[in-house]
């Protein structure tokens, strides 16, 4: 049985000295693919050299909405060159309106250039969607159905919107959210999406999981993603393995291309 961790952060700060590690512990888990999302262009170059060091490395290139005030004026150069020379994908990037001061419309106006990258160069994105579930939903609308599947990551939006986003071509992504004895809303989330739409992740190395017996002050990392499986398997009433099996195939189908890119490498 084996795992893919659809959405973390090996670049991060708290972490990079420690990868090596990381990356030994998440084979012994059975993890065997990490999808690392960068986050803004000071950290493009360090996510696609962990690409190459690493073939167990999925690299994603993208400005995060919580930093759309650090672009450069040659952003848009600068990420559709590297996803342009790397097999990669698209992300972190999205929209997150929980603070009311910072720039809904830049942030809107950068997103949608990560999406229209997405249709072009025919790359899975990975997208962070907080308080912005209206903007989100009418963005899709305008700009129609992807050609290759995207994630929202780390789902914390309601169950009723899920058909709208299957709709769009996304597949809905749980971390270790799923774990929390409070998260009712992930977990009406998680029963309502279809089989073949839902992906794990570990949004590594924040939202350490629930486990019993086990600080969760501690960083989060990908070996932790088959006790993510197993706890929301538990939640949903439905067997562990075959649960495992369909994330793990459902992610494959989602970054299929950028897999078939490192193998050409």
């Known amino acids: ?6 959405h973390c952060h090996l ?3 708290r972490i990079i000295l420690d990868v090596l590690s990381i990356e030994d512990r998440a084979k012994i888990a059975n993890v065997q693919h990490m999808v690392s999302c960068a986050t803004k262009e000071s950290n493009f170059k360090l996510t696609a050299q962990l690409s190459k060091d690493f073939d ?3 690299p994603c290139f993208g400005i995060h909405p919580w930093f759309v005030d650090s672009i450069s004026e040659n952003w848009k150069e600068q990420l559709e060159h590297y996803l342009i020379d790397y097999s990669s994908g698209i992300g972190e990037t999205g929209l997150d309106f929980t603070d009311k001061t910072w720039d809904r419309e830049k942030q809107i106006k950068v997103f949608e250039h990560h999406l229209m990258l997405a249709r072009e160069l025919e790359r899975p994105i990975s997208i ?3 308080k912005a579930w209206d903007t989100f939903i009418h963005i899709l609308k305008k700009t129609g159905k992807l050609k290759v599947p995207g994630i929202i990551h780390s789902y914390s939006g309601s169950a009723d919107m899920i058909p709208i986003f299957e709709h769009y ?3 809905i992504s749980f971390s270790g959210s799923v774990t929390n004895p409070n998260s009712k809303k992930v977990v009406n989330a998680l029963e309502t999406v279809s089989k073949k739409r839902f992906v794990l992740e570990t949004d590594t190395p924040d939202i350490y999981p629930y486990i019993a017996g086990v600080k969760s002050s501690r960083l989060n990392e990908p070996k932790n993603l088959p006790a993510i499986a197993q706890v929301a398997a538990n939640r949903i009433g439905v067997d562990f393995e075959k649960f495992s099996k369909c994330a793990y195939d459902n992610s494959l189908s989602v970054f299929r291309s950028i897999l ?3 193998k050409d490498n």
Do not use: A, E, Q, T
């Open 1 to 6: 049985m084996y795992f893919i961790d659809s």
């Open 169 to 171: 071509g996304l597949y």
């Open 128 to 130: 962070h969607i907080r």
């Open 56 to 58: 167990s490395i999925l």
């Open 11 to 13: 670049h991060d700060s």
């Open 260 to 262: 078939k890119g490192k």
